[in-house]
């Protein structure tokens, strides 16, 4: 068995960065296919494992590395691999929570969000950053602990919102806080620990309020599922009839984003949402015209109650009478302003009715 040990070492060794990427991998594709919804509690407990295990293996790294402790010599040979653990954790969650971001995320308010973070993944392969000084690892650490209260704290609460943001971060900075009294109870070092420790943990935290407060971090977990522009809304039997004109080889289109208004003709927004069950908040529709001289300019907010629970997300529409010829949008935000989703439509006037005008159906 020991032989078999050293030879698996040995090889370990060998192809340490194809193993490494193998683990990091595994970990993304694992989760890709396993991920359920964001309220489905094996899911969050499965994420409170690795938080756990990942705290408890920094918290002796941290130790280790000071020489305050020493691996028992049974153990030596399974320390040696903790890096792949740990870096198989934070591929794990790291690809978790960019996948609900990305979920929530509108590309347009949200993109440099995103970018920064999917950047953190492919950090995470990086030699120097594995093998790095241990505050990088508590850097990600914070990440990773911020990412799951954002996520738990609203389902938990039943909206999103400044609360719920900022709740997740005094929970995230409590974490920090007690694993830094853990510490300081261990080494005589403060100005190191305060270094590695509270340092990078501050600037994650007060990096993710500035993302906040520019409205850069997606509103989870609410996410658009379908938003289009209709001729024609109509309930029936609990079902959501919509009616436009586009023809349906231009399947790029969301319904009528080439909207023909006749006389008397009124636009529907048509949005789907999804929330967790037990969900209750309210979002704006909010809509914009282009103005060829001042640019973008609101003309309504227009609240829309949601109710979470629905697999395929509460269903809901804004409409409007009065609009002048032009282009147009409508960004569905949280009612703290953050961009859900948007969609774009132009308006082209006619003074005619069309006689042989035909709508198609959708149904949702």
Aim: aromatic share 16%; glycine share 8%.
């Amino acid at each position: 068995m020991t032989a078999l040990k050293e030879r698996l070492y040995k090889l370990y060794q060998e192809n340490e960065v194809k193993v490494d990427i193998a683990f990091f991998l595994g970990g993304f594709f694992f989760d890709l296919f396993t991920l359920s919804d964001i309220d489905n509690l094996f899911g969050i407990g499965q994420q409170v494992a690795y938080l756990l295990i990942l705290g408890t293996v920094l918290y002796w790294d941290f130790l280790a590395t000071q020489g305050l402790v020493q691996i028992p010599k049974r153990f030596e040979k399974a320390w040696d691999y903790r890096q792949l653990l740990v870096h198989f954790l934070f591929g794990s969650l790291l690809s978790i929570y960019s996948l609900f971001f990305i979920k929530s995320a509108s590309m347009f308010s949200s993109i440099i969000f995103i970018v920064l973070l999917l950047a953190v993944m492919v950090a995470n392969e990086l030699q120097r950053i594995r093998k790095g000084d241990i505050s990088i690892k508590i850097a990600l650490f914070v990440i990773c602990i911020f990412s799951f209260f954002s996520m738990t704290v609203p389902v938990l609460l039943g909206f999103v919102g400044v609360v719920p943001f900022l709740l997740s971060i005094l929970l995230t900075v409590l974490v920090m806080y007690g694993i830094f009294l853990l510490l300081k109870s261990r080494t005589t070092d403060l100005n190191y620990l305060k270094k590695r420790l509270l340092a990078p943990s501050g600037a994650i935290v007060a990096l993710f309020l500035i993302f906040y407060f520019l409205g850069w971090i997606p509103p989870v977990p609410l996410s658009i599922q379908s938003i289009g522009v209709y001729h024609g809304v109509e309930k029936s039997e609990g079902q959501y009839i919509l009616s436009y004109e586009t023809p349906q080889w231009k399947f790029w289109h969301h319904g009528d984003q080439d909207f023909t208004a006749e006389p008397g003709d009124t636009i529907y927004i048509f949005a789907q949402i999804f929330s967790p069950a037990r969900f209750s908040d309210s979002v704006i529709l909010h809509w914009y015209y282009l103005d060829p001289r001042a640019g973008w300019q609101t003309t309504d907010k227009i609240p829309m109650s949601i109710a979470g629970g629905r697999k395929t997300g509460y269903r809901g529409f804004s409409s409007k009478q009065n609009y002048s010829e032009g282009r147009w949008r409508v960004s569905v935000e949280t009612t703290d302003g953050r961009e859900i989703g948007r969609i774009y439509f132009k308006v082209s006037k006619v003074t005619e009715a069309n006689p042989n005008r035909m709508f198609y159906k959708d149904v949702f």
